[in-house]
Structures are given as structure tokens and as C-alpha cells.
């Protein structure tokens, strides 16, 4: 994802936001269940930089999600913004993975980027998106929608109306881009909206634009999309800054944390050295027992 990349990381603020009293009030108010999941992964499987350091040297491209299952336990599907899968990809694809593997896909730009959200294409192609949802059937994660960068605060109604049609039982979770958003009496707002509705603010952090790095926050799930290079020493420190956070977050009532890691194009495999620095410190926050991922450059 270039969203956000900057040519110097040296020159970033990575500190994470304090809660604002909305959120806290929001999160307080969740029943707690204590029935804690961290859903982790990246944004695609089919990265050929993969094979010898997170797949055995040998593996063909018809088994690659077959070994990213294998390591990871979900996936933002990005390639959906291209267009819904047809109905024999998606067995093919909830055929190659574990039971409790998870598939976050992202709403079709078709739907996201049109002048209007809610015409009858965006209506058709979105009623198509949730089929293809429903045949994910208990291996749908979280589904999210990536707003475009012109779709403006002024476009209120039309958000509304975008979650009105929306159905209730599919898990959806939202990003924006435009500015115009993280101004403070419009992003109280669309907190309240996302609050009522059961919507997901999605959490992009990413060095170049630090106002989309938010914690309006509005039931159980945190949502992360998080841009870094595992080549600059910010990504422990963000590690670690990570944790803290989501600690605060898990005693206020977080429960199903999704962290999707995006690294740069040239460098998707130091994804790997990322989870393994990751990992521990989310085991021992929640007490579970998360494998350390298995480094096929070793192997």
C-alpha cells in the first residue's frame, strides 16, 4: 500500500493517539465476554518473494495459500477491489485454508470510487459482493470498504445511506482518506453513526498521513491496516507503542483485534520478521499461543 509512504521515516511522529472521552464512553457501555481473538495477516498471498523465506522454496503458485494458511490465520483480500470473485474462486480459496481462517475482504472499487455510492450499479455490485461474502460462509471476516480520497465529509447522507443498505449480519468496517473527515465535530459525527450501526472504524497507520491514524472507536473489533518497512529500526519501536495500545484497548473491552501488516513492494517477505518481533508480546498481553512464524530461509 503506498498510501502514506514518505521518503524519510526518520522525520515521523509515531506515537499513537490518546482516547478521547467518546471512545472510552463507547467502549465501556460493550458486554464483555473476555473471549479475546487476534486475527493477523497480510494483504495478499501470491507475493513470489515469498518462496524461500514465508513458503518452502519449492512451492508452486496453486499452493500458496495453502502455505500462507499455514503461517498466518487471515487475510486482507485486496485483489477484491478489482471486481467479486466468481463463485469457483471462492471455493478454491475456502478449500486451501484451516477452519478458523479468516477472509477480510475489501469492498470493489467499482462500489467505493463512483460519483454516486448508492446508484443502481453501486447497489448491484455491492448485493454481489455480499454472495460472495455469504459463501465465505464462517471463514468472512471483517469486510471494508476503502473510501475514496475525493469522497468528501460534505457526503455525509450519502455514507448513511451506503450503511442503510448495507445488511446488519456482515461485519463492515470503513475507511476514509479526504481530510475532511478527521475534522472534530465531523468525526464525533460519523462516530455516533458507526456506534448505532455497528460499523468498524478501520485504523490505517501509515507515516505520511498521521490524521487517519485514529481511535474513534465503536464496538469489540480493532482494525488495523498498518504501512512499515522492517528495514528502518521505527518498526520495533511501533512494535512496541502497538502493544501499549492495544493493552489500554483490551481492558477497555476490545476483543477481536485484525492486524494486517502491508511492507514495501520490493520487501513483502520482512513481513515475516515483523510477526516474529510482534507476536510474543501480543501472546503474553492475552495469553495465548501464537507460533512464531517458520523462516523457510533457514530451512
Known sequence: ?????????????FSLPTLDKITKTNLSSLRKDNNLKFYFGAPGWSDVKYK????????????FLNEYANQFNSIEVNSTRYGTPKKHIIDRWVNSVGDDFKFSMKIPQVVTHRKD????????????????????????GINFAVMAKYFKSSQFKELESFINFWPIDAPLAIEFRNPSWFEDSVREEWQELFYNKNIIPVITDTPGRRDVLHFNLTNKHLFIRYVGDFNHPSDLTRIELWTEKISELVNLGIENIWFYVHQPGEKRERILFFYNELIPNINK???????????????
Open 1 to 13: 500500500m503506498k498510501f502514506g509512504q514518505v521518503d524519510d521515516l526518520d522525520l515521523v511522529d
Open 52 to 63: 524461500g523465506i514465508v513458503y518452502p522454496k519449492n512451492t508452486p503458485a496453486k499452493k
Open 117 to 140: 455510492i448508492n446508484d443502481y450499479t453501486a447497489k448491484i455490485k455491492t448485493e454481489e459482493f455480499i454472495s460472495a461474502v455469504d459463501q465465505l460462509g464462517d471463514k468472512s
Open 285 to 299: 498481553l492475552l495469553n495465548t499461543k501464537i507460533p512464531l512464524l517458520n523462516n523457510y530461509s533457514y530451512m
